[in-house]
């Protein structure tokens, strides 16, 4: 079975699209194979030879969402910014992202807050735990470079930190009209730094 990346005007994009905005929209349980066919106008025996079953299109667009959104962020993380630089960087790369695929940036965003029950939930649990030890990390380095002051908690600032970005990633697909991004991430990480250094 085909599994590498889609093309940008594949079948399997297409396909991708319309399941993203489906599963976002009724979650796992509520769509069906035919749903996607139908809305896809792309064949359920097309549908099977790229995916093999419902599962099997939702866990590629976990993995293809996870490959296109994970290597940007790794880079940011591990690059020489200072951490305040990093935190802006990550928000405006995420706030772009959901800009250009808002449905894929829907789907991420209720797999990480709505609680389903998946067969293979624990696989998306341990990604995005993973993710979350890399901010508090980032946090950490912080606080040692002195970028923040010794009290914060890191564990909570990332709390906050996904709350917020997980607010404008909303707004954003959703086609709220806000500042241009790149003014509303600089705020947004300005107001966030007074905080941690208050």
């Not at 695929?101 to 998946?118: G, K, M, N, Q, Y």
Request: no cysteine.
């Amino acid at each position: 079975m085909p599994t590498a990346h889609p093309d940008t005007n594949s079948t399997q994009l297409k396909i991708f699209k319309v399941a993203a905005h489906l599963f976002a929209l009724k979650g796992y349980d509520g769509v069906s194979m035919r749903e996607i066919s139908e809305q896809s106008g792309v064949s359920k025996p097309t549908i099977y030879y790229y995916f093999g079953n419902k599962e099997g299109i939702y866990r590629r667009l976990i993995e293809v969402g996870m490959q296109s959104g994970n290597e940007e962020f790794e880079n940011l993380v591990k690059s020489d910014l200072p951490v305040k630089e990093k935190l802006k960087q990550i928000m405006l790369f995420r706030l772009n992202l959901s800009r250009t695929h808002p449905d894929i940036s829907r789907f991420f965003v209720r797999l990480a807050t709505a609680w389903e029950p998946l067969p293979f939930r624990h696989e998306t649990t341990t990604f995005f735990d993973k993710s979350r030890t890399k901010m508090v990390d980032l946090i950490r380095e912080g606080i040692s470079r002195g970028e923040f002051g010794p009290q914060v908690d890191p564990e909570l600032a990332v709390d906050i930190f996904a709350g917020i970005l997980m607010h404008f990633i909303r707004q954003v697909t959703v086609g709220v009209e806000l500042r241009p991004i790149e003014t509303l991430t600089h705020e947004i990480i300005e107001l966030y730094f007074r905080g941690l250094n208050e």
